[in-house]
């Protein structure tokens, strides 16, 4: 079974661009989760997705923004780049309910 | 106080010692606790999922929970340089809720 796919895998942007990152989940998970990693604060908690709805939001300000479509892939998008932006993005899809979540290999954002 | 707490490290050991990660946490609402391996350059992959108090083995890997200290162990038998990555810890209150992470602990098995 095919895993999490992100695109692109690397992506360099400059200040106070616009970026969207894709995943496409496995087949059959509704639910799709987006973190931020950095080596300072660890895996922070952006947004999950469930049937094109938000279902949990974490504390990141609304220049980071998502969206679910009708097939489960997710789009995350964050406007006016800033330097503290640089970070591994990771998804994570499941299912729904408890079930277990599964990684994709992360979209790495260098902002210059 | 933070919801997960997870010694950063890093950690170094010689091939073969028996390793011990953990996490504590606050909430005693959570209910579903998880391990996570990444290696340099990857997403997490899930090692180990459990959801009560007591002790789960798969080959050379056992978590551990004890819920009335709201503490939670990885332990690594036999170690071995492919073991060599990050570990965090996860947990969540379960239906709906998000994960909640450690911030990871660098591993690094010295043949």
């Known amino acids: 079974k095919a895993g999490v796919t992100q695109t692109p895998r690397y992506l360099i942007k400059t200040r106070g661009q616009q970026v969207t990152l894709s995943c496409s989940p496995i087949s059959g998970h509704r639910s799709v989760s987006w973190y931020q990693q950095t080596p300072g604060q660890g895996l922070q908690f952006l947004f999950e997705y469930f049937s094109e709805t938000q279902r949990n939001k974490g504390n990141f300000p609304g220049r980071f923004s998502g969206r679910q479509f009708s097939n489960s892939r997710s789009e995350m998008n964050v406007s006016t780049l800033e330097l503290g932006d640089s970070a591994l993005y990771l998804c994570a899809t499941k299912r729904g309910g408890t079930d277990t979540q599964y990684f994709g290999p992360g979209t790495r954002l260098t902002v210059l | 106080q933070k919801e997960v707490e997870q010694d950063p490290g890093p950690l170094s050991v010689p091939e073969g010692a028996i390793v011990s990660l953990n996490c504590t946490y606050s909430n005693s609402a959570f209910q579903y606790f998880m391990w996570y391996r990444q290696y340099s350059r990857k997403g997490p992959e899930l090692l180990m999922y459990t959801y009560s108090s007591g002790n789960k083995e798969d080959g050379r890997f056992t978590a551990q929970v004890d819920k009335s200290s709201k503490y939670i162990s990885l332990f690594i038998r036999d170690s071995q340089p492919s073991d060599s990555a990050t570990y965090l810890c996860?947990?969540?209150?379960?239906?709906?809720?998000?994960?909640?992470f450690g911030k990871g602990m660098k591993l690094t098995v010295n043949p």
């Open positions: 996860a947990i969540s209150q379960g239906g709906s809720e998000k994960l909640v």
